[in-house]
């Protein structure tokens, strides 16, 4: 895994690092954004459980709608969001089912990825961060996400990435590290959820 000089900058000025993976480039960080790479606004959705369950259109949040969490775990966005396909800057784009699956191959399959992109000890993740060496650079920052009922607490320990994919009308494909897993999970997900987004260089 080779650190790339390459670094992006989405249309709200945020900073983002990037790595290459097999043949791969990735983002390092965790997508932050609060408009479409057009500048068109994403709406901000600081509302009930039920709105955000209900919501059959883009909306993004904090975590525990809290903005204090931008820097260390980015935003959560619903799959509509990512739909729109003008979520990720100009040039990059949020990754296919296969793409994460590529990605969990190169790092010597699902059982064993996740602990290759996981921060290593346990500031960012609850202990034992099982496996976590972080070989690959990908430096996953543990955050929760948002759900039917609301915010997840922290103390569950899954980080869940969304996929482009959807696995049909009401789910789609998405990826999560654990705290206490070194593998890569994969599972599918109600449109509805306020996960976390990194970006794809296109190629």
Request: hydrophobic content about 35%; glycine content about 12%; aromatic content about 16%.
């Amino acid at each position: 895994m080779d650190k790339n000089t390459e670094i992006i900058t989405d249309v709200d000025g945020n900073v983002y690092h990037t790595i290459s993976i097999g043949t791969q480039v990735w983002m390092v960080e965790n997508l932050k954004t609060t408009k479409y790479n057009d500048g068109t606004e994403i709406p901000f959705i600081f509302d009930t459980a039920e709105a955000w369950y209900e919501l059959n259109s883009p909306g993004y949040c904090w975590y525990d709608d809290n903005e204090n969490y931008m820097e260390t775990t980015g935003a959560l966005y619903n799959w509509h969001t990512l739909n729109t396909g003008k979520l990720c800057p100009k040039g990059w784009h949020i990754p296919t089912d296969k793409e994460w699956s590529i990605l969990a191959e190169f790092l010597g399959g699902e059982i064993v990825a996740g602990g290759k992109m996981k921060a290593i000890g346990t500031e960012f993740w609850s202990s034992p961060n099982a496996g976590a060496t972080n070989l690959s650079g990908f430096t996953a920052l543990y955050g929760s996400f948002r759900g039917k009922s609301g915010f997840i607490p922290l103390s569950n320990g899954t980080l869940l990435f969304w996929s482009g994919t959807a696995y049909d009308d009401v789910d789609a494909w998405a990826w999560y590290l654990r705290f206490d897993s070194e593998a890569l999970g994969r599972n599918h997900g109600g449109k509805y959820h306020g996960f976390s987004v990194r970006c794809l260089k296109d190629g």
